[in-house]
């Protein structure tokens, strides 16, 4: 089946440093990729959008400097999150479709944990 | 907009117990619905679909019918396992390649 591989699985950083998070499909092209973020025990956030060549697209209230989403390729996205503070920190999960249709396949996840 | 309740947890039971999480839903036109599960400190699996009114998704145990007429798509589980033990997730669709709409979550503890 699909398979979305999420990099890295964990990272502590810095307060004040960016932190790069990649996310791949491995076996199929995704034109659109989903990055979502989730507090203790709660559900699921949409932050944006990620369109293969083109500009994201963010949820009301996402900073988009912040939060920075690079859709390079059809099978890679990357969230770059700049300057991060330690209220950025989170589980951020991404997610694509094969082919547009459903349904969704989910990467790992990485957990930020900002110091 | 689309919006999806599930019933809050945590829902413990013991081994061999029966389980029902409900899920409601509110939607224009006709979503395909899910259910996901999250085991602790990983991301979502799909745990089952359904596409349309009465169809009953399953997999490892676990069903789920889209009713269109009461709006809801409740999973259930007629003997739940430890290993069960996780959060599960009621979500639906708008349309193909549209973005997930997730309910509140329900955690899911089951006891040997």
């Known amino acids: 089946g699909a398979v979305v591989s999420q990099h890295p699985s964990w990272v502590i950083c810095k307060s004040g440093t960016s932190v790069k998070i990649e996310c791949r499909s491995l076996d199929f092209q995704a034109t659109t990729m989903f990055w979502y973020r989730q507090f203790p025990k709660q559900s699921l956030m949409l932050m944006a959008t990620s369109n293969e060549g083109s500009k994201a697209t963010y949820e009301q209230g996402v900073e988009k400097d912040k939060f920075l989403i690079n859709h390079a390729s059809l099978t890679l996205s990357t969230l770059t999150v700049t300057s991060a503070h330690p209220e950025d920190s989170s589980f951020y999960i991404c997610?694509?479709?094969?082919?547009?249709?459903?349904?969704?396949?989910f990467g790992n996840g990485t957990r930020l944990t900002v110091t | 907009g689309n919006s999806v309740t599930q019933m809050e947890g945590p829902v413990t039971l013991s081994e061999e117990a029966f389980l029902t999480i409900n899920c409601t839903y509110t939607a224009t036109g006709y979503p395909s619905l899910f259910w996901y599960v999250q085991y602790p400190g990983e991301g979502l699996q799909l745990l089952l679909k359904?596409?349309?009114?009465?169809d009953k998704g399953s997999n490892k145990g676990f069903e789920a019918t889209y009713r269109k007429e009461t709006t809801s798509f409740h999973l259930e589980k007629g003997s739940v396992q430890v290993s069960d033990s996780a959060v599960y997730f009621c979500a639906l669709s708008g349309a193909a390649g549209n973005k997930l709409t997730f309910g509140g979550g329900t955690r899911v503890l089951v006891k040997p």
């Open positions: 997610s694509a479709r094969d082919m547009g249709e459903d349904p969704l396949h």
């Open positions: 359904a596409t349309k009114a009465d």
